[in-house]
């Protein structure tokens, strides 16, 4: 399991919605290849999901004009992907128990469901970065 | 995603295939508020063949609660995917304040429902 089967890899899509699903299954597979249990494996995609999701809502103030960059790297303990996009991060964490705060529930996955996640603020764009590490798979 | 509306004891039953993102979710949201406008007080959504929902989805099925609530209205999902519904329980979706249950099929979730009837 690990690096020898991932090499560096990077994603360009135009910010629409229909690419989703697309931007999904491709991580489904890196994450695969990558040797993660089916569980992790799905908790990836929908971190990814998540981030890429919200990067075509609100990371992309020219809409389709603007792009979303997918950054995958692997190495021995953990498969770390990156989301960049070209808006400013607007939104804030909310509480686990906040009901209706409804509309904040990606990030509260992405947080859930990944090892690492960190959200770096630019005046070109955000870009938020996910972790997941081999020995917390299960 | 495809879906389509059947009726079991009165209950609109949304069945739901595919993947439930936020790309879709604008969909989803259009059907259950016309359900909603024709007075649904109960919805079940059956997404034993859904295999994968994010927060866009989940978005959808908050503010269908949220619509219900004020009605003593409430909700059933029918999924037995481990994946779905670890996610669905991270939310808080299922509990006694939202009013939505989590059901292993139709028939458990129209038994629960009609119970309520009588009760309510």
Known sequence: ??????????????????????????????????????????????????????????????????????????????????VVDEGIFKRTIPGPSDMTNYRGHGILIMLALMDKVTINESAHGTSVLLAKCYRTDN | MDMNVEYEKKVPILQISGEIDHFVAPKLQRQIDDLIDADAVKLIFDFTKVDYLDSGGIGVLFNAMQQLLPREGTMGIVCVEPNLIRILELVGLFNKKTNVFLFKDRKEALAAMEKKIEVG
């Open chain 1, 1 to 82: 399991m690990g690096s020898a089967h991932c090499q560096p890899l990077k994603l360009k899509i135009a910010s629409r919605g229909d690419k989703l699903a697309g931007v999904r299954s491709h991580v489904g597979e890196i994450a695969e290849a990558c040797g993660f249990s089916k569980q992790s494996v799905y908790d990836i995609k929908v971190a990814v999901g998540e981030a890429v999701a919200n990067a075509v809502e609100h990371g992309s103030p020219k809409g389709e004009i603007n792009n979303i960059v997918i950054d995958f790297k692997c190495d021995k303990t953990d498969l770390t992907i990156t």
